[in-house]
């Protein structure tokens, strides 16, 4: 048809020695990277090698120290994403952008938004999101809040924004980070769709084998410069990978079971229903209890858990985003109420307090670093203490001990590779990769008996993914109790000794990882296949 | 519950108010409960706080909290003064919207474009507003000047002429007076209704009209309309916003600066009221607005019953002490009626549901019930001090039992950076 | 550490240029009402010809220091919990009344005497705080409200006090009404001494250089240990600066709202007692009021930092006492006013700005690091 | 006593020692609160220092506290060390201060309005308040037709109720079943309640509303709201400390002020000055009550002319002894 005529004319987009510089960081230089029209063009590269910057001076939101953009042929000077937005251009962003107590509605048709008189057209709106929904296969409903959407539905609201827009030129920085195979097939699909309307697509993720299933084209970037242009038909993952980091890419490969028959943590009937916790009345049980809020069609968002974890063992939950993983981490960590039991070592701890239990040898590596697990603006030393405050080194009486405090943290820098200048540095200042190795660091440290890592490599990159597994597989043999929770199947299966499978607030499956295929997985955490019980 | 369901329940709720305050009147003898008088009174003192709560909700709406409303406010009465006394209640209600929307613009200035603490920029403001307005009047004020000859002193401004006209309703509260006749019959009900109606419509501000018609304006701009997505969008994730091409720091500028326009008009209001500007005449409503605000979970609605609310306390203890102590009677009443629910939802509802803590809630109840009684019967007269404060305990009070799921806007005293988000 | 050591001299040439920005824009007032601002600069420096007088308004300036630094650490102590605690106006007012009466119910050795006096100060002004705080953890009411409204509920409870139950004897025609005088036990001696040591004359002021100051200094001293050095500070610490953070931690968020809430309460408690210990003796009609609000605007330009506050109180002080000197000058004293909010407001925005710029210069040496360890 | 926000103006740039006349009086006054331009109390105070300029030759400085008060007695001081004798502070509120300042600086002569002598060099200015309001109910309740009368104070302080325990007793004295309605604005220490006309306003309405026919206000600028109500209702009001009728520049206000109660602290300070000049010292109370007119009712406007005779019979009643008047209301 004619926008391939005309694409095989002029690239959609053509960028030319862009360079960025960051206060004491290149992020990119001199970058040159040439998308045809009506193709999906994958950029891929290390945490921090420059991906978003680049697609974020693509989208307006930042500008280039260096280097031109074209579009469609056009040399174009983006001020601000309006501008991008007015060239066809559009961004699905790493993080959601999405503003959580907005319908669907508001957070598609914001900024652009159909009018009658003064007043927002929702009709209008509504007819026109159904409609591309449709189209495109991009099922959603504009009146829910977005509050109560799974990330896979917000995954979907954001592509909608983008076409909402009619940009003829996607960008998707890590769309699938956090998806499961399902979804991640069904975004594929409707990529395809999209590319086969002539649209073009950029696309980024660390999931190299997704990559080489979507992408006609592909990019490497390290350290901030295009390093190679490959075509995926004649690539391997572990070719692309040596090209990102000019080395191996290691899987977590499983190791001979050290799994022990003294249970670590035990979780008996965990239960917990949504819109605030509330006292079983007198006289009543749990079971009799949670049968009722059934009965009640309340929400649980946890139903009845129960799961032994041995010493030496890792436990992995697999699961969609959202179905319960942060309530069961947060109630086993005293953080918010539920009913049930938890025992550690035999010593049932459900009434203790957070504090309590952390002082007990829970370890706690968060799902989220920078809200649960750090504290930015305090030195990296201050943040050692977070969490031990109450235990050596970190406490002499009622004072911090500073001395010993930093000393730990040292250690820590030490023997967890964490790249910084030192124990007083912010905490802001460090990467991502390097934040979350220092809280692994600290989490390990005292010997802890039982350890909840959640997403413990999110956002690292492979060389210090290889680090924290090794750590984890250490501590494991020496006897740790893991409870492993991880959007990476990868890493699950590769880690976990046992897995088991949430949704919907309840344990459907346990799993034997070492005859699973990350796709059957999936089936599971979809709801796709029954749960059907395998030891 | 459906919207319709919340509506009809409102209304029940209204109601049955009514009735108990009028039952209240009877038993007590106390017209002023629902007299004209007093709800004159209460919409002469609720306006200002619903104006300045206004400001704070389109500041933090758009995620600058506003903590300098005060200043913003001082700083309306004195241009409105100022402006008044020379040119008419126009150029008043225009000069103090400028006076404001100024202080506005500082913290805008400050907050959006320095990114500083939203609370130290208020606080400057509350120090620099009474500060300027004070230094403005001993240059411009001080004898020997025009001013001074007109009746200015430098704590007050010369009388602001014409003063704003008022407005009755014809017949119901004009002229025949229907309503007022009606309420001076002092029958049940009828005559309550009668009061509060007439006390609303009989010679009211101009500028009570254009408040009034301004709590409706703001709920449809900002729920409505594209303009009110967008900042209420700022208020919640102003990253999304930038990233879909809305300008951010435009829209703070432009909320924060209507923000102090609105504090500033309550500045108008209070000056059109005393026919003057008079040092200090603000007394503090910024914070109360603030607080009307906050009570009113981010919402005209609520904050027009929140400053309703604190506007009648103020005006039933101005009015009349007696009035006051049958408040003691009136929460008595409140009580019962609660108990006999908790009692009925006892009864119904099988033997397991109930557990200790509803007892002892019950327990205090009853307990807080028999206190007031006992009070009411006793106490005749409450000492001036412990009346003064009826407004504000009667906040605290609803705000005790008013369930508190407020929601502030997500990204509330943010400070937001282009291309730096968290 | 010299990163630090780096973000302390950014801050204090911020600092310095703030408030030099801050006496322009005054000038430009006072040139506007026809005044010369060289004048009103001399009369903040004027503090009088004779020896006497100077030493006089230095005592003044202190004794204004004062008070202003307790509220300002009163105020801070919640802040560092991002608590906004308003109520330091009522929790003072409330304080001071009880102090004074108790402290005049009775006679004692100095030492007990006002030692009851304070003790009876820092439980009322706690208590009158834990109402707030319980509202806040038991029932989510928002402190900034219920602590607005405890203000003037503070307001008119003292006024019934002290008309009322606590009201203590009158001589004829006098018309102010205040709480029975403290025995001489009750009142703190002054530290006129001092001035003998710079070769001074001692102040003739009434109550001269008010000895609280002491109490105040380690107050001071005590409260920055307290916060920087020990659990219970980290614990502050950390809940300020990431809630979720904090309760991951194990922080208890509802026992550090109350515990915050209180001590910073108690601290509100000693604000009226320099006055009262000084030279008053009693809780009066003319009982100075409003350094709760005043000691919000010392505790930001203070950064919540016990040495911060102080500097900013001194500087409040400073300004304040120059109210009779303006006038002399003829400037209208309502410049000290706007000077105070300017220097909040220039302070808090280089404040901003060198912090973006200190934090521009870690990253920066951070990455220089990376690139010589990677 | 009327409250405002802190500060002074800068007036008499020229009364350097250098123009003023070499009588070598050289008198300083610290205002109460709020400073000049009150139209009222501190204004009538200033008044009598301009009145010392003029005929005395006096060279003067007035000084403002800051809004919270808290450096009354330091402006004492700064006057005395400045080298100013006599000084003068104005209102009950420097009762302490001056006492103390009047210790330190033995030899110079302080005087204070509204409070009593506290030491040898200090001369206590006293108003009999509660005789010119009882002047002032007197005529109000000769004037009322319903027999119902209303007092607004602005702050309740012992001061005020001075004003409305007199009032109280004048009305009684000629209609002993007369009701009279009685509203402070604010409890006392809290100054608020002089600079609010709008709840003046609302006190007023309520009391024109139950048929009081004549208001009598002690509330500084909160008064303009009890004058605005007057005039709403076509009912009257008493103004206070100065002729309000001519100070109240609205003409339509004007016309509801029926009378004023003087206090003419002008004449106090003035006399005070002029003792001093004369050589007279201190230690003692000078009373400004009905006899020597320090205290008295405004006749512009000429709606108390009928009832002069009343009002004269009652003034030498109080003069001469025959009726005491009480200093605070009862209960
Ligand atoms: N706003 C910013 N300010 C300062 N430095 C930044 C900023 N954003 C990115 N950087 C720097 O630029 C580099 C590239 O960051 P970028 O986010 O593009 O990496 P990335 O390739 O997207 O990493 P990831 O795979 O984790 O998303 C980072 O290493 C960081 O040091
Ligand atoms: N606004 C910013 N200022 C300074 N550094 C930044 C900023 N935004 C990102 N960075 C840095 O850029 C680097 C990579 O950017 P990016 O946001 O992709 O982090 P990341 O490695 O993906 O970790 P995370 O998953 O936590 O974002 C990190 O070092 C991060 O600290
Ligand atoms: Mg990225
Ligand atoms: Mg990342």
Redesign the pocket.
């Known amino acids: 048809m004619s926008a391939d005529t005309l694409a095989t004319a002029r690239p959609a987009v053509e960028l030319e020695g862009i360079t960025k510089r ?1 206060p004491g ?1 290149v992020a990119n230089h001199d970058i040159r990277i040439t998308v045809r029209p009506g193709t999906v063009h994958a950029i891929v590269g290390e ?2 090698a420059g991906k ?1 910057t680049l697609m974020k001076i693509l989208y307006g939101m930042q500008r280039p120290d260096e280097g031109t953009i074209k579009v469609n042929g056009e040399q174009m000077a983006f001020r601000t994403p309006s501008d991008a937005i007015a060239a066809g251009i559009g961004m699905v962003h ?2 959601f952008m999405l503003a959580d107590n907005f319908t669907v509605l508001e957070n598609i048709v914001l900024g652009a938004e159909p009018r009658k008189g003064l007043r927002l057209d929702t009709a209008a709106a509504r007819r026109r999101i159904t409609e591309l929904a449709a189209t495109h296969g991009l099922r959603v409903d504009p009146d829910r809040l977005v509050e109560d959407l799974g990330v896979g539905d917000r995954q979907r609201v954001e592509i909608l924004k983008v076409l909402y827009r009619g940009a003829r030129i996607l960008i998707l920085d890590e769309p699938t980070a956090v998806l499961v195979p399902q979804e991640v097939e069904e975004l594929f699909q409707n990529l395809r769709e999209l590319k086969s309307e002539g649209l073009t697509v950029i696309f980024i993720s660390h999931k190299l084998d997704e990559v080489l299933d979507i992408a006609d084209e592909i990019t490497v970037i390290r350290r901030g410069t295009t390093v190679a242009s490959v075509d995926p038909r004649e690539v391997t993952a572990r070719r692309l990978a040596e090209l990102m980091v000019g080395s191996e890419l290691p899987t977590p490969e499983t190791r001979e079971s050290t799994v022990t028959d003294t249970v670590a943590l035990k979780v008996a009937g965990l239960t917990m229903e949504a819109g605030g916790h509330r006292p079983v009345p007198k006289g009543t049980s749990v079971r009799l209890y949670a049968d009722k809020l059934r009965q009640d069609g309340k929400r649980l968002l946890l139903d009845d858990v129960s799961f032994e974890i041995h010493k030496g063992e890792i436990l992995g939950i697999a699961g969609v985003e959202g179905n319960g993983q942060s309530e069961l981490i947060e109630a086993i960590m005293g953080i918010r109420q539920a009913h049930g039991s938890v025992e550690l070592d035999g010593r049932d701890i459900s009434s203790w307090s957070t504090l309590r239990r952390r002082e007990s040898g829970i370890g706690y590596i968060p799902e989220d ?2 809200r649960q697990g750090l504290l930015l603006e305090a030195s990296l030393w201050e943040n050692r203490v977070l969490g031990h405050q109450t235990r050596r080194p970190a406490r002499k009486g009622p004072w911090i001990d500073r001395k010993a405090a930093k000393a730990d943290t040292e250690r820590i820098i030490g023997e967890y590779d964490v790249r910084t200048p030192g124990v007083e540095t912010l905490a ?8 979350q190795k220092l809280i692994v660091g600290r989490e390990m440290s005292g010997e802890p008996s039982f350890l909840i890592a959640a997403h413990p490599t ?3 990159d492979v060389g210090a993914q290889a680090a924290i597994w090794d750590h984890l597989r250490d501590a494991r043999a020496a006897g740790l109790a893991v409870l492993l929770i991880s959007a990476d199947l990868d890493e699950l299966i590769g880690l976990s000794d046992t897995i088991q499978v949430i949704y919907r607030g309840r344990l459907v499956a346990a799993l034997d990882p070492s005859d699973i295929t990350p796709e059957r997985l999936g089936g599971y955490m979809t709801g796709a296949i029954a749960g059907t019980e395998e030891e | 519950m459906t919207r319709i369901g919340k509506y009809h329940l409102a209304l029940i709720g209204v109601a049955a108010l009514l009735l108990l305050m009028s039952l209240v009147r009877v038993v007590t003898g106390q017209n002023d409960i629902t007299s004209s008088g007093t709800f004159s009174a209460a919409l002469t003192l609720a306006v200002p706080l619903a104006l300045v709560g206004l400001g704070g909700l389109w500041a933090e709406r758009a995620g600058v909290v506003n903590i300098g409303l005060e200043g913003m406010m001082v700083l309306g009465t004195w241009f409105a003064g100022w402006a008044g006394y020379q040119w008419g209640p126009v150029a008043a209600l225009v000069a103090g919207l400028l006076g404001g929307a100024l202080g506005g613009l500082l913290h805008a200035i400050a907050t959006v474009s320095f990114g500083v603490d939203h609370i130290i920029s208020g606080v400057a403001i509350n120090l620099l507003g009474p500060g300027v307005t004070r230094f403005l009047s001993e240059v411009l004020y001080r004898e020997g000047t025009a001013a001074a000859e007109a009746g200015g002193a430098i704590t007050t401004s010369p009388p602001i002429s014409p003063p704003a006209p008022e407005r009755s309703l014809p017949l119901l509260s004009d002229g025949p007076d229907l309503l007022g006749r009606l309420e001076s019959t002092h029958w049940f009900l009828l005559s309550d209704v009668a009061g509060i109606l007439r006390g609303l419509t009989h010679n009211v501000n101009v500028l009570v009209i254009l408040a009034v018609l301004l709590l409706p304006l703001t709920f449809y701009v900002l729920w409505r309309t594209p303009f009110g997505l967008r900042l209420r969008s700022v208020g919640e994730n102003p990253w999304a916003a930038e990233s879909l091409g809305v300008n951010v720091y435009r829209i703070k500028y432009i909320a924060v600066m209507i923000s102090g326009a609105f504090a500033g008009l309550g500045g108008v209001f209070l000056v059109f009221v005393s026919t003057k500007y008079v040092e200090g005449q603000t007394q503090g409503r910024g914070f109360i607005g603030l607080a009307a605000m906050i009570f009113g979970n981010w919402r005209p609605g609520g904050l027009a019953v929140g400053a309703g609310l604190f506007g009648y306390a103020d005006g039933l203890q101005l009015r009349s002490s007696g009035a006051i102590t049958s408040v003691l009677l009136f929460g008595a009443l409140l009580l019962l009626g609660y108990l006999v629910m908790q009692a009925r939802k006892l009864m119904s509802s099988e033997l397991d549901a109930r557990t200790a803590r509803q007892y002892t809630v019950m327990a205090f109840a009853a307990l807080g019930m028999i206190v007031l009684f006992w009070l009411w019967l006793t106490v005749d007269r409450l000492p001036d001090e412990l009346v003064n404060i009826t407004p504000h305990v009667l906040t605290l009070l609803v705000l005790l039992v008013a369930s508190q799921r407020l929601r502030m806007p997500k990204a509330d005293g943010v400070t937001y950076r282009r ?4 | 550490m010299p990163a630090g050591l780096n973000r302390a001299l950014l801050t204090l040439a911020g600092a310095v240029v703030a408030i030099v920005l801050a006496i322009a824009v005054c000038s430009v007032a006072i040139v506007a009402a026809g005044g010369d601002p060289l004048h009103a600069l001399t009369a903040f420096f004027d503090f009088g010809a004779s020896e006497r007088a100077q030493s006089n308004s230095v005592a003044t300036l202190f004794n204004r220091a004062v008070p202003l630094f307790i509220a300002g650490l009163a105020v801070a102590v919640g802040f560092r919990m991002n608590l906004f605690n308003i109520g330091v106006e009522g929790q003072y007012r409330i304080a001071a009344i009880c102090a004074a009466y108790v402290g005049s119910t009775f006679v004692a050795p100095a030492p007990i005497q006002i030692a009851v006096i304070i003790i009876v100060a820092m439980v009322a002004g706690g208590l009158y705080a834990l109402i707030p705080a319980i509202m806040k953890v038991t029932r989510g009411v928002n402190e900034v409200i219920a602590t607005i409204m405890l203000n003037y509920i503070a307001l008119n409870i003292t006024a019934y006090l002290v008309r009322g139950p606590f009201a203590g004897t009158r001589a004829e025609g006098e018309l102010t009404v205040s709480t029975p005088p403290l025995p001489d036990s009750g009142m703190f001696p002054d530290l006129n001494f001092l001035f003998g040591w710079f070769g001074m004359l001692a102040p003739t002021r009434e109550g001269g250089l008010w000895g609280f100051l002491v109490v105040a200094i380690v107050l001071g001293v005590v409260l920055w240990v307290v916060l920087e050095r020990t659990r219970f500070g980290f614990d502050v610490k950390a809940s300020g600066l990431n809630q979720s953070a904090a309760l991951a931690a194990g922080v208890n968020p509802k026992r550090m709202v109350i515990a915050a809430m209180v001590l910073s309460g108690a601290i509100a408690g000693l604000i009226g007692l320099p006055e009262i210990l000084g030279s008053t003796g009693s809780f009066g009609t003319t009982f100075t009021s409003g350094l709760g609000f005043l000691g919000i605007a010392v505790a930001l330009l203070g950064r919540n930092k016990p040495v911060g506050i102080a500097v900013a109180a001194l500087l409040f002080a400073f300004l304040d006492r120059a109210q009779g000197a303006l006038q002399f000058a003829n400037i209208p004293p309502s410049v000290v006013e706007i000077i105070q909010g300017a220097i909040v407001l220039l302070v808090v925005v280089a404040n901003e700005v060198t912090n973006r710029f200190a934090l521009r210069l870690e ?1 920066r040496r951070a990455a220089r690091q990376l690139k010589v360890t990677a | 006593a009327c409250g405002g926000g802190g500060g002074s103006t800068a007036t008499d740039e020229p009364a350097g020692g250098a123009s003023s006349p070499a009588s070598g009086l050289k008198v300083g006054l610290a205002f109460d609160v709020g400073g000049r331009g009150d139209k009222s109390f501190n204004d009538a105070a200033y008044a009598g220092l301009e009145k010392a300029k003029t005929d005395l030759g006096a060279e003067i400085k007035e000084l403002s506290p800051a809004a919270d008060g808290s450096n009354r007695g330091d402006l004492l001081r700064q006057l005395a060390d400045a080298g100013y004798n006599p000084i003068i502070g104005v209102g009950f509120a420097y009762a302490e201060d001056v006492k103390a300042a009047a210790a330190e600086y033995p030899d110079i002569e302080f005087a204070i309005v509204d409070s009593a002598s506290s030491a040898p060099n200090v001369t206590g200015l006293l108003f009999a308040e509660e005789q010119g309001s009882y002047l002032a109910g007197v005529a109000a309740a000769a004037k009322s037709e319903s027999g119902h009368v209303g007092f607004v104070g602005g702050v309740e302080n012992d001061l005020i109720r001075k004003f409305e325990a007199g009032f109280d007793a004048g009305v009684k004295s000629v209609k002993a079943d007369a009701k009279i309605d009685v509203t402070y604005l604010t409890p006392d220490g809290d100054f608020s309640g002089f600079q609010a006309p709008d709840k003046g306003k609302i006190a007023a309405e309520k009391m024109f509303q139950d048929g009081a026919d004549i208001v009598y206000h002690a509330a500084g600028d909160s008064g303009l709201g009890v004058f605005q109500a007057a005039a709403a209702a076509g009912k009257k009001a008493i103004g206070v400390d100065s002729d309000q009728r001519q100070t109240v520049t609205e003409t339509n206000l004007q016309s509801v002020i029926m009378t004023s109660m003087l206090k003419r602290v002008d004449v106090g300070v003035f006399e005070f000055i002029k003792a001093f000049q004369g050589g007279a010292k201190g230690g003692q109370d000078v009373t400004y009550d009905l006899k020597v007119d320090g205290v008295g009712l405004a006749t512009t406007g000429g709606e108390i002319d009928d009832i002069k005779d009343q009002l004269d019979k009652a003034k030498q009643d109080i003069v001469n002894g025959t009726i005491k008047v009480p200093s605070q209301p009862e209960s």
């Open positions: 960051f960081v945490n921090g978003s790493q993080h670093r920078h802001l200042a460090l990467s991502g990769g390097n934040q999110r956002g690292v | 291309g730096e988000q968290h | 990253e």
